[in-house]
């Protein structure tokens, strides 16, 4: 009984890392040409808005600081993601519940807490269609993610270079990337906002911020995590030399 338990454990360790993630693939993304955002980021004279996706499979994130020493609205109902021409909403009218069974937390490349569940724990929220920023503050916005249900298989003419490795420069690893331009990118998404210094948006403006993914490079985690043992969400905090908010990662079994 003991030999068949001990092989059982050894069969189902050999599928367990047999199976689990060795590769990653980095999407780095920039501007649109007619845009008016910076790599991660926009300002004008009424707010600065930050943009982070350093996560797995890119979650889209980003925070909106009100510089103006009067109150400002967002309307999320006339505000979307708009991907590949889809447009995805940030606000509907509906109650929505979540329950748990356990509790899970993940951080954004801002430092606050993405995902926090509770087990056992219930509860309905109606979201807010306006939300009311006060002078000289800012607020979150976390919600869809930017990866496609398929991840590009790199093909096998993309380049490839030779650099140190992340945790030991003494040695050397290979990367295999592909670049896209703006017009055949594997993945284009906006940002669109409605904007009022009146609650009753008497006199709205707006904000339309792009961005494409430029490239996909393939490398080891390790290469990309600098570490041996950043695993799950860790690897959102691991000291990457990759890490950027414009860019983001999905794993891959190889």
Not at 81 to 96: I, M, T
Not at 182 to 195: D, I, K, Q, V
């Amino acid at each position: 009984m003991k030999k068949n338990l001990s092989s059982v454990i050894v069969i189902t360790t050999l599928l367990f890392f047999s199976c689990s993630p060795k590769l990653a693939h980095l999407y780095e993304t920039k501007p649109m040409s007619n845009s008016p955002n910076k790599e991660s980021s926009f300002e004008n004279d009424t707010v600065r808005i930050a943009y982070s996706f350093w996560s797995e499979n890119g979650s889209y994130s980003f925070s909106v600081y009100n510089k103006l020493n009067v109150p400002l609205y967002i309307d999320w109902k006339k505000s979307s993601l708009v991907k590949h021409n889809d447009k995805l909403n940030y606000w509907s009218d509906e109650v929505l519940t979540k329950s748990t069974s356990k509790r899970s937390t993940a951080y954004s490349y801002f430092g606050y807490s993405l995902l926090s569940a509770e087990s056992g724990f219930s509860s309905s929220v109606k979201p807010e269609q306006v939300t009311f920023i006060a002078p000289k503050s800012t607020v979150y916005k976390i919600q869809f993610a930017l990866n496609a249900k398929s991840d590009p298989k790199l093909p096998k003419t993309a380049s490839k270079i030779v650099v140190a490795k992340s945790d030991n420069p003494k040695k050397k690893t290979k990367i295999s990337f592909i670049n896209y331009e703006e017009g055949n990118a594997p993945l284009f998404f906006r940002n669109f906002m409605t904007l009022s210094t009146s609650d009753k948006f008497d006199k709205e403006f707006y904000i339309d911020n792009g961005f494409y993914v430029f490239k996909i490079s393939e490398m080891t985690i390790k290469q990309l995590t600098a570490s041996s043992t950043a695993t799950g969400m860790n690897l959102m905090k691991a000291p990457s030399p990759y890490k950027k908010a414009s860019s983001y990662y999905v794993l891959k079994v190889k």
